[in-house]
């Protein structure tokens, strides 16, 4: 079964265009659950431009399902993730002023940095997930750096679906049979959406969960958050 872990991201970016709390952040991880949703996905920014760090403090504890926390390890972010100690922790590497994710790791380049993180999230009992594009070499190496998963990054295979989406999910079908053969557990996330999904999880169907904010929450203003859960969760069966 692959599991659906809703972003709430662009929840708190509407909030914090006028202030106050409305909408409210908690709320909306309630009623995901509610709806359905096997998880909750935050991505703390140091700027707070979104979710802000006290918020993922203050979903801790009502948060039933799991609860995932991606970001970039700079210090300030592996303190939070130390101290809140998430389901998973996913590693994103973003650099400040990225409005989104835009690439994985180089697990080769970076294999000293991410095993040595990998191994503090792992001691405090925190699955750990490294983002990376659909390259089988990055996979092995999450391996090598000590992940418990990887998440793969699915903007090219959505920008690429409607011209030709076999060709799209062909590296991805690679990358995760790459993560098959080595152990590791397989998420996905970004830029997937009612349009794409289906087809994905049926090209891969062992991903063990997606992480989807931004088409998801764009749906629910038209379909309302409760019908476009259902409707995330029927492309997931």
């Known amino acids: 079964m692959t599991r659906l872990s809703v972003n709430i991201n662009k929840v708190a970016t509407l909030r914090n265009a006028r202030g106050g709390n409305n909408p409210d952040v908690l709320q909306v991880a309630r009623d995901v659950e509610s709806f359905g949703a096997q998880g909750v996905t935050v991505h703390p920014r140091p700027d707070?431009?979104?979710?802000?760090?006290?918020?993922?403090?203050?979903?801790?504890?009502i948060i039933q399902t799991e609860f995932n926390i991606e970001g970039n390890p700079i210090d300030s972010f592996t303190q939070l993730v130390l101290e809140v100690k998430p389901t998973q922790v996913t590693l994103v590497p973003d650099g400040h002023d990225q409005i989104t994710s835009n690439h994985g790791w180089d697990?080769?380049?970076?294999?000293?940095?991410?095993?040595?993180?990998?191994?503090?999230?792992?001691?405090?009992?925190?699955?750990?997930?490294i983002f990376v594009d659909a390259d089988p070499r990055m996979v092995e190496g999450a391996k090598v750096c000590g992940a418990d998963r990887v998440e793969l990054y699915t903007e090219p295979y959505a920008s690429g679906y409607q011209a030709n989406r076999e060709q799209a999910i062909?590296?991805?079908?690679?990358?995760a049979e790459e993560a098959r053969r080595v152990g590791l557990g397989l998420n996905a996330g970004h830029d997937l959406s009612l349009e794409n999904l289906s087809f994905y999880?049926?090209?891969?169907?062992?991903?063990?969960?997606v992480s989807i904010g931004h088409a998801l929450i764009c749906d629910a203003l038209y379909m309302g958050l409760q019908n476009t859960i259902s409707q995330y969760l029927k492309a997931l069966q």
């Open 48 to 61: 707070e431009r979104h979710i802000r760090y006290q918020d993922v403090r203050d979903l801790r504890p």
């Open 107 to 129: 697990t080769l380049e970076h294999k000293v940095f991410l095993t040595d993180i990998c191994k503090v999230f792992r001691d405090a009992g925190i699955r750990t997930s």
């Open 170 to 175: 062909a590296p991805f079908v690679a990358a």
């Open 201 to 209: 999880h049926q090209q891969i169907p062992w991903t063990d969960e």
